[in-house]
């Protein structure tokens, strides 16, 4: 009976993002349902866990539907997640765009941004970076982001290939650990934006970090 109140839910949801966009109020008023959103989870976990073993009586319009709701809810918790990275100093500087099939691990120190992109297992990046650990924006920079890449904000693009070999070790989720893996623990998320901190610290850069975050793209 859970499942199916979710599955209403989830379905509303979808409704509502179809005629209201991604709207900024429905995202609040959904974090006031805790205790569903955690019901949620649980259940998609479980179902996750079953494997490929669906009921054979689930009917294919069913199922697009299911995905449908899915697709909704990726869109509105991928947009919820961006909300860690978006409030920090310099005010000046525009937040780096976090790439695809990889994440973005960003601090500021004295007053300068800094972000690293990394890369999932699987995934290079597209330009040779290996001595280019992470990007800047600062006053220095003229708020912008100094970047090889030509994508503006966006700092980087990870690729599908077999072997990583474009930038520094230290730019690659381990196997098995994407970004999202990532993030989903507290503990994994605290040691790659520590890891992080170490290098800057290791390049002589000083200050105090603030507003440290990680975003999965
Ligand atoms: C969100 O909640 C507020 C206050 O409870 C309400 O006024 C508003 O209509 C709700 N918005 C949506 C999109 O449900
Ligand atoms: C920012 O840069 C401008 C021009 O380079 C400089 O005049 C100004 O002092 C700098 N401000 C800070 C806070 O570093
Ligand atoms: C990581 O965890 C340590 C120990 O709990 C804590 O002191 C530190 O502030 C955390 N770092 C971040 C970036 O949250």
Redesign the pocket.
Known sequence: MELKGTLIWICSLAVLSSTAALDETLLKNCSLHTPLLERISADLKEAVECGGNLPSAWRAEQSAELLLSLRALTDFLHIHQLKDCQNFEPKNCPEAEVHQNGGLVCVTAANKRYCKPLCNFGYDFSFLRRSRLFDECSNETGHKWVTQYIGGNRLAECIKTSSQISGAKSAYFPKDQDCLKTKSSSQL???T??DF?TELKNQGIQGE?QY?CLTCG
Request: proline letters at 12%; a negative charge.
């Open positions: 998320q605290n040691s934006i520590e901190i970090p440290a």
